[in-house]
């Protein structure tokens, strides 16, 4: 796919995110009492099936993922994406490691949904606050299965489907955790996304 | 210019079974339903006009920092028990502890943005859960925790996710040290334990034990008999693995072959 965004448009995005998420993971430290280091280093914008390819390209099959809307002058789906067998790790982490195996299983579900929330806000709401812009934004929820169900969801975007595609490391406690954060915008967002960033360059110039 | 509230009708504010709390502007609390008086034993009277950790001086950081970012940024925010055991101290109608989530929302538009808190009671739940537990680990700690042999869970990456106290003995690691580890950390040879687990994770359960050579703490061989079978929790599966120290056994073995 051609890229939507020129250069300046995605080093400004990424270092957007990159702002984003170190917001994140310092609310993270703060609940963790450890050092939680998070850092995007790419964001690309593929299409819908390069996205499910990539997906499908990792390691596991079974991913699990943290879905939230976002509304306004830029509207979309964000999730938050891990295999499944790293969520267990990544809630182990976050929990201490001192919990037994069925206490993390049974944790599992709320703390995946809290732990996407607060990183997903930390990338959308420093977006949002950079470009000068307000997003609302829903609350959490989670999703599991193979890479093409999420990015099926209904009801489907009506006029062509970008994902803005983002690799994310997550290192906690001696863990490293990778990831990935997609957001799923159509044309008419993907417009508006060029647009604020425009201007965000020529303010930041 | 009047700051309007949103009208809800005080009723229905008041007999729902959520606990809500309308934050303004500058987070002073500007409503405070029925159910929030009962579960705090604070009334709406003594709430109004008072800002949150004020009322509640212990409320974690996350939540200080999900109201911020709905006033700021318009976020949604979802602060679970999972993670936060005490969030305000409320109780329920016969005094236990009421466990409880907290979703924050942005409520209105600029300038007069509020913040909307909504207290969900999941103490039937999480007591579920917490009795389910309790059960399980009262069978695990029968059968598991006290058993001979060593057994380890694994996930399907093949890391140590669950270790009972006599895997901690044979391999010579506390139990804690050994979780997230992987069990080639553990053999001196794991061609074996590959295959086996290979087969394991595709559903094929082994249909004779196998001879391991495990490589404890203290850089000693330990010979072991594993017996494993695959498992599944939410469409991931796990592999439990009963390791049995055949040392003596083969030490007998060969005292009786020297002789």
Known sequence: MPTILNEPQLDALTEMVNIGVNRAAAGLREMVGEQVHLSVPKVSLVSRDKAIATLGDSETANLVGIHQVFEGDVTGRALLIFPDTKSLELVRAVTGGKLPLEEIIELEHEALAEIGNIILNGCLATMANMLQRNLKMSLPEILRGEPAIFFNLAPPPEAGEVVMFLYINFAIQERDIRGYIAMLMDMPSIAALQILLDEFIERTA | MTVREPKLPDTLFDVVDVGLILLDGEQRVAGWNGWMEHASRISEADARGRRLEEVFPDTPPRLRRA?????????????????????????????????????????????????????????????????????????????????????????????????????????????????????????????????????????????????????????????????????????????????????????????????
């Open chain 2, 67 to 259: 109201i911020q970012h709905a006033l700021e940024l318009g976020a949604s925010s979802l602060v679970t028990h999972s993670l936060h055991p005490a969030l305000f101290p409320l109780r329920t109608r016969a005094g236990q502890t009421l466990i409880h989530d907290i979703s924050v929302r942005v409520l209105g538009s600029r300038p007069t943005l509020q913040c909307l808190l909504q207290v969900v009671d999941v103490t039937v739940m999480a007591g579920r859960e917490r009795i389910l537990r309790e059960r399980q680990n009262a069978r695990y700690d029968a059968v598991v925790g006290s058993a001979p042999d060593a057994i380890l869970t694994l996930d399907a990456e093949g890391k140590i996710q669950f270790a009972n106290p006599a895997a901690a003995r044979e391999f010579g690691y506390p139990a804690e040290a050994l979780i997230g580890q992987s069990m080639a950390m553990l053999l001196n040879d794991t061609a074996e334990w590959d295959k086996a687990f290979g087969h394991l994770l595709v559903g094929k359960n082994l249909s004779r034990p196998i001879e391991l050579t495990a490589r404890r703490n203290n850089g000693s061989a330990s010979y072991l008999e594993a017996s494993a079978s695959s498992w599944q929790s939410e469409g991931r599966i796990f592999v439990t693995a009963i390791l049995r120290d055949v040392n003596e056994r083969r030490r007998t073995a060969e005292a009786l072959r020297a002789g």
